[in-house]
């Protein structure tokens, strides 16, 4: 039996708890033994991001002491993870650090990925049903470099109608801090996308970024709109 612990990401865990239960469920489903570090804490990327890298080790040290067990570490989002494969460049030099972080990184998945390009699983079994377009996350795909694997796996669902995001690629506008220190132009960016999910005339907004899919799904909630917004393991753990 393969053994996976469970990085949760601080909004999952904080709004989201589901997505977690969702992401174990179907991992377990496949043969994994998934435990859960309680003394995970943040990845580090907020700060990291904002400029404080004194502060931002601190959180990253934690994470790496959390998860030195770990034979996989899988996260339901590619932001949080993409951050976890950052670590082994931000230690370079650290004698102390600098091997652990490398260890550490190469345990650690994204939800999608592992299941594809780990556990070779193409087709979930999901009993989902309804017209899906998905957004693919900025660091998920452009870092984590991400693109095929969530495609992957919804296209073989059989009740999931998949149509293609026009001008997919381009950023809802969250960033992170972003969205905060630029709120005028990030709303922009999330009424644009919202206007091109609103062109698929799908009933569903999927992504595998919890943030992404909040920032959007607050913007449409704005404007009226009724689609709804579901993080991909909730799609796969459809039974």
């Not at 998934?34 to 995970?40: C, G, L, T, Y």
């Not at 990291?48 to 998860?67: E, H, P, V």
């Not at 690629?169 to 220190?181: H, L, P, S, V």
Request: hydrophobic share 40%; net charge neutral; glycine share 8%.
């Amino acid at each position: 039996m393969m053994k996976v612990s469970l990085f949760i990401t601080c909004l999952c865990d904080m709004f989201h708890p589901n997505i977690g239960k969702d992401t174990v469920e179907v991992l377990e489903r496949f043969g994994c033994d998934v435990d859960f570090p309680e003394a995970q804490t943040c990845c580090g990327q907020p700060a990291f991001n904002s400029g404080y890298l004194r502060q931002s080790k601190k959180a990253m040290k934690q994470m790496i002491r959390s998860f030195e067990h770990a034979h996989y570490i899988v996260g339901p989002s590619g932001s949080c993870v993409s951050m976890l494969k950052e670590y082994p460049q931000i230690f370079v030099g650290d004698k102390e650090w600098e091997e652990k972080a490398k260890e550490f990184a190469e345990k650690v998945y994204e939800l999608t990925q592992f299941l594809v390009d780990v556990l070779k699983v193409t087709n979930v079994g999901s009993n989902f049903k309804g017209t899906v377009t998905y957004h693919p996350s900025c660091h998920m795909t452009r870092i984590l470099g991400v693109k095929d694997a969530p495609v992957i796996l919804l296209q073989n669902i059989k009740g999931v109608d998949l149509i293609e995001l026009p001008k997919k690629e381009n950023c809802c506008g969250f960033g992170g801090t972003f969205a905060i220190k630029n709120a005028a132009i990030s709303s922009e960016m999330a009424a644009e996308k919202s206007q091109h999910i609103s062109e698929t005339k799908a009933e569903y907004l999927v992504g595998g970024d919890m943030a992404c899919l909040m920032n959007i799904g607050g913007m449409m909630s704005r404007e009226g709109k009724n689609v709804k917004v579901i993080h991909i393991a909730e799609i796969l753990n459809c039974r």
